[in-house]
């Protein structure tokens, strides 16, 4: 019963991310953070799974997820100081710079 409640937690949470992704998808930030919740509900997901069934691959896998999350928000907000320097604004919906 606990995993069971821990799962449709865990499925909430990435349905939340995944439809706030499209809903906030005019500021890079949002953006940015929705992406890293899913990344995390499904590290966590694995985890739990993993705990079960007495098995470490779930969980060095879901090492590797955080670390290759943790290199892409560092790009993505390396990426949005770069933009709000040349525009001063995070607004995504202002295409002509992205190009540059």
């Known amino acids: 019963m606990i995993i069971l409640s821990g799962i449709s937690f865990l499925v909430f949470t990435f349905f939340f991310s995944f439809f706030s992704l499209f809903i906030n998808h005019q ?43 943790a290199s892409e928000v ?9 933009y709000y320097r040349l525009v001063l604004n995070i607004n995504i919906l202002n295409k002509e710079y992205l190009r540059y």
Do not use: R
């Open 27 to 69: 500021h890079y930030l949002f953006v940015i953070i929705s992406i890293e919740l899913m990344l995390l509900t499904v590290c966590t997901s694995f985890i739990c799974v993993s705990f079960f069934k007495n098995d470490l691959y779930g969980q060095l896998f879901s090492f590797f997820i955080l670390a290759i999350g």
């Open 74 to 82: 560092a790009i993505g907000l390396a990426a949005l100081i770069l």
